[in-house]
Nanobody, 115 residues
Framework: QVQLVESGGGLVQPGGSLRLSCAAS????????MGWYRQAPGKQREPVAR???????NYADSVKGRFTISRDNSKNTVYLQMNSLKPEDTAVYYC?????????WGQGTQVTVSS
């Protein structure tokens, strides 16, 4: 079994910053891609950022220049540094990890950007 534990969400004012973390534990052999998705109320879940085991990074156009994804392989952890947050970034953020060929999701953490 693999568990993903997310942390770092919360309420922040527009222009503020948050850092999300997602730590994987359990029966982990080889972690491939790690990434973040988000789902706003009434909308479909969408990809935000992704980082492969080789370090290739992709971002959604809406977050480029504001969000930074990184990973610490020694801790099986992926991070999402979110700067210059906007109200439209408000959503539940989910961590997604691919271990070998199996996909795992975190439980989600709420990010609310509001004054």
């Amino acid at each position: 079994q693999v568990q993903l534990v997310e942390s770092g969400g919360g309420l922040v004012q527009p222009g503020g910053s948050l850092r999300l973390s997602c730590a994987a534990s359990g029966s982990i052999s080889s972690i491939n891609a790690m990434g973040w998705y988000r789902q706003a109320p009434g909308k479909q879940r969408e990809p935000v950022a992704r980082i492969t085991s080789g370090g290739t990074i992709n971002y959604a156009d809406s977050v480029k220049g504001r969000f930074t994804i990184s990973r610490d392989n020694s801790k099986n952890t992926v991070y999402l540094q979110m700067n210059s947050l906007k109200p439209e970034d408000t959503a539940v953020y989910y961590c997604r990890v691919v271990i070998v060929t199996t996909l795992y999701w975190g439980q989600g953490t709420q990010v609310t950007v509001s004054s």
